[in-house]
């Protein structure tokens, strides 16, 4: 019960997103200038606030790649689907990254309540440290219909661009002033709330799957939100993780699909329909998974 009444907030933020948006006449464009504020501004300052702050060492290496070896594993079970799945090639392209791709919004506001500012750090250099990888993925997949270039994506995204920030600022020893530490510690309080309202702004609970795609999509979630954290639990173990390390890379593994995934299928030309059913139905089916696999974390001997 105490799980449950720690994620309540967060998981109300997203209902009240969705509900916000379909009550509420603030228009499309209110919404839409919401996700580039935050996607743009709050959430990279959050990102870099958490990880000039942390103490980096080799530590941190298993925990990244306990992260990498999961993701690797979901991408895996997913293309085992493809000679089956029925569906044209390009909403297979679309639908392949809602297997392996995470909302690091929820991530980070699951890793506050479990571990505090030591959590968010470490979702923080998981979560920013794979957005390569993740990226590079979802963009090789659909390269073939689109016209995006893959270096091209990474060059302009504003969560790579403030972890590597990060990271080169940490490593270099430099501190912040206190006056520009209170400042982005401002943005990065603003970021889970707005950034979860936004989540259930972006909900869509209705969508033409097609007979052809069920099979697909049920076996992406399936993928998502069980097959990636055992993944990684197993990974953890083996890597000796503990601690805060390890129950994040379980978290990390275990969160819905990124609401980024409708965005580069719809700026690649491919399935956006799709892919925004599958990720609003990871989000909700997330409020129950999320919650069993923290109540195994917690009750591990």
Not at 66 to 75: L, N, R, W
Not at 79 to 97: D, K
Request: charged content about 10%; overall charge positive.
């Amino acid at each position: 019960m105490s799980i449950i009444s720690a994620l309540f907030p967060d998981f109300a933020l997203i209902l009240t997103g969705y509900l916000l948006r379909r009550v509420m006449p603030l228009g499309e464009h209110f919404w839409s200038g919401l996700e580039k504020l935050i996607y743009f501004v709050l959430f990279p300052a959050l990102l870099f606030s958490a990880i000039v702050k942390t103490a980096l060492n080799v530590s941190a290496l298993p925990l990244i790649g306990v992260g990498a070896g999961a993701m690797s594993g979901a991408m895996v079970l997913a293309l085992l689907i493809q000679p089956f799945s029925r569906v044209a090639p390009i909403s297979f392209a679309s639908l392949f990254q809602c297997a392996f791709r995470y909302n690091t919004y929820i991530g980070l506001a699951v890793a506050a309540k479990a571990h505090g500012a030591p959590g968010i750090a470490a979702m923080g250099l998981v979560a920013g440290g794979l957005v390569p990888f993740a990226n590079l993925a979802a963009v090789w997949m659909l390269a073939r219909h689109g016209k995006a270039s893959v270096w091209r994506e990474l060059a302009k995204n504003p969560l790579f661009i403030a972890t590597v920030a990060a990271l080169l600022w940490n490593l270099a020893g430099f501190s912040l002033p206190a006056p520009l530490q209170a400042y982005l510690g401002r943005l990065a309080e603003a970021a889970i709330a707005l950034g979860l309202l936004a989540v259930g702004a972006a909900l869509k609970l209705r969508g033409a799957l097609g007979r052809q795609g069920r099979m697909l999509v049920f076996w992406l979630l399936f993928v998502k939100l069980c097959a990636m954290p055992s993944l990684a639990w197993t990974l953890g173990r083996l890597a000796g993780l503990d601690g805060v390390f390890f129950d994040i890379a379980v978290v990390f593994a275990a969160l819905p699909t990124a609401s980024s995934a409708y965005i580069l299928a719809q700026r690649m030309g491919g399935d956006g329909a799709r892919v925004a059913w599958v990720i609003s139905a990871s989000t909700l089916m997330g409020m129950l998974t999320l919650p069993l696999w923290l109540a195994l974390l917690l009750g591990r001997g």
